[in-house]
């Protein structure tokens, strides 16, 4: 199920940086990454991300382990909250936008980004059946063509 996210979006994102990152919270396994839009041309135009040399795309995606099996958990609707914060301590809410393709649901937002720089990303998210919240973080270092 994770290789129909987004039609082929989840493995191109996952490759683009070659590695993707994912943590498990109870029977839960949340999937994040981020990468400059300029790894995923066909992607960004089928879902409408402006083309600039400047702009990176993250990626959250939750999975609900029911039988065990990561490969066929169903991805599960959730409320989401990403905010990015670079070294020079600016910090931006991220507008997350949800897309549903073949049953699987996944969460999008983009940022803009100079070239070498770091962003630290604090995600949050609820289970939309669920009244237990998650929290993490990761950082990703950019390097744009401007």
Known sequence: MLCTLL????????????????????NYILRYNAVT????????EQYGIKETPNKAMIIVTLQELT???ELTAPTVDMHVAVTARNLIG?????????????????????LDVLNEDWVNF?????????DQVYRTQFHRQFFTKE
């Open 7 to 26: 039609g082929a979006l989840w493995p191109l994102v996952a490759a683009a940086e070659h590695y993707e990152t994912s943590e498990r919270f109870d």
């Open 37 to 44: 839009t300029d790894e995923l041309p066909d992607l960004r």
């Open 67 to 69: 039988d065990g099996d």
């Open 90 to 110: 600016q910090i931006k809410k991220v507008k997350m936008r949800k897309i549903v393709s073949n049953n699987d649901i996944s969460y999008i937002g983009t």
């Open 122 to 130: 604090h995600i949050t998210v609820e289970p939309a059946d669920s």
